[in-house]
T-cell receptor, first 114, second 109 residues
Framework: NAGVTQTPKFQVLKTGQSMTLQCAQD?????MSWYRQDPGMGLRLIHY???????DQGEVPNGYNVSRSTTEDFPLRLLSAAPSQTSVYFC?????????????FGPGTRLTVL | RKEVEQDPGPFNVPEGATVAFNCTYS??????FFWYRQDCRKEPKLLMS???SGNEDGRFTAQLNRASQYISLLIRDSKLSDSATYLC??????????FGSGTQLTVLP
């Protein structure tokens, strides 16, 4: 099993550009989520999904869109990149999302917006 | 006030030392707690869950005090490989995790 994979590993955007961060898992997990990690602030939840076709907002959803058409994939779209979105983005998955579940994280995408 | 607060450190300790981290949380309805470990520029990985009765995994001991709303992690006989950032995490019934900002540990030879 590859676990949780993310692409790309690094990305540089100009302000106003759009892009999609890819996330996939091969563990048949129902729950998937996106976090951003900024220095001194810990990980903050952007969006999450409890199953195919179901998504919901987390703590910091503005400027991001998600969709979940399959169990395996959970892409994160930046609609119009801003320098404030410079961050490290982690995708995670767990079996059901229950608060007792272990979260498995992908290796992260380092995004810089100029 | 942050929902989950940690002392950011850094904690610099010699090999073999015992070190303890504390974490406080503000939501008394919080459901579950975890310690995750994050190596430099890597993804977080689960270190251990935290149970009300306290739990131990080798050199690591985690405790939860719901009355005082804090969680602790004790590392005995520190190894160089323990150097990392330790994240205190709260899980709730809404299927959301709240992360502390992390405590940085460096174990020195």
């Amino acid at each position: 099993n590859a676990g949780v994979t993310q692409t790309p590993k690094f990305q540089v955007l100009k302000t106003g550009q759009s892009m999609t961060l890819q996330c996939a898992q091969d563990m048949n997990h129902e729950y998937m989520s996106w976090y951003r990690q900024d220095p001194g602030m810990g990980l903050r939840l952007i969006h999450y999904s409890v199953g195919a076709g179901i998504t919901d907002q987390g703590e910091v959803p503005n400027g991001y869109n998600v969709s979940r058409s399959t169990t395996e994939d959970f892409p994160l779209r930046l609609l119009s990149a801003a320098p404030s979105q410079t961050s490290v983005y982690f995708c995670a998955s767990s079996y059901s999302g229950a608060y007792t579940d272990t979260q498995y994280f992908g290796p992260g995408t380092r995004l810089t917006v100029l | 006030r942050k929902e989950v607060e940690q002392d950011p450190g850094p904690f610099n300790v010699p090999e073999g030392a015992t070190v303890a981290f504390n974490c406080t949380y503000s939501n008394s309805a919080s459901q579950s707690f975890f310690w995750y470990r994050q190596d430099c520029r890597k993804e977080p990985k689960l270190l251990m869950s935290v149970y009300s009765s306290g739990n131990e995994d080798g050199r690591f001991t985690a405790q939860l005090n719901r009355a005082s709303q804090y969680i602790s992690l004790l590392i005995r006989d520190s190894k160089l490989s323990d150097s990392a950032t330790y994240l205190c995490v709260r899980g709730d019934s809404a299927r959301q995790l709240t992360f502390g900002s992390g405590t940085q540990l460096t174990v020195l030879p």
